[in-house]
Nanobody
């Protein structure tokens, strides 16, 4: 499966933005799709994940209550809705996918994901 992330941009602190991850080549059925982010000079970190079948979602503590991950089956697309954005949310956001349902404790490990998109830059100004 190929992943295409889009929707990044510049937003003021407190604002909202939605980024998308479109899958092509095959459907996400049976996959887990995740969002990671990498800020300048920092390591890539887990943001959120969703199980395509059933829609169960999981979040990093740093975004819980502010971000929401969802899927649109007809478009084979996963969304990350980001609200109450903070300057520290500034990063390149990457989507990733794996064709299975890993246990919850492993979802934050980037090594388990087989497919990665190219990233989309989100900049939050103060």
């Amino acid at each position: 499966v190929q992943l295409q992330a889009s929707g990044g941009g510049l937003v003021q602190a407190g604002g909202s933005l939605r980024v998308s991850c479109a899958g092509s080549g095959r459907t996400f059925s049976g996959y887990t799709v995740a969002w990671f982010r990498q800020a300048p000079g920092k390591e890539r970190e887990f943001v959120a994940a969703i199980r395509w079948s059933g829609g169960g979602s999981f979040y990093a503590d740093s975004v819980k209550g502010r971000f929401s991950v969802s899927r649109e089956i007809a478009k084979n697309t996963v969304y990350l809705q980001m609200n109450s954005l903070k300057p520290e949310d500034t990063a390149v956001y990457y989507c990733a996918a794996v064709p299975r349902l890993p246990i919850m404790s492993s979802l934050s490990r980037s090594q388990i994901y087989d497919y990665w998109g190219q990233g989309t830059l989100v900049t939050v100004s103060s």
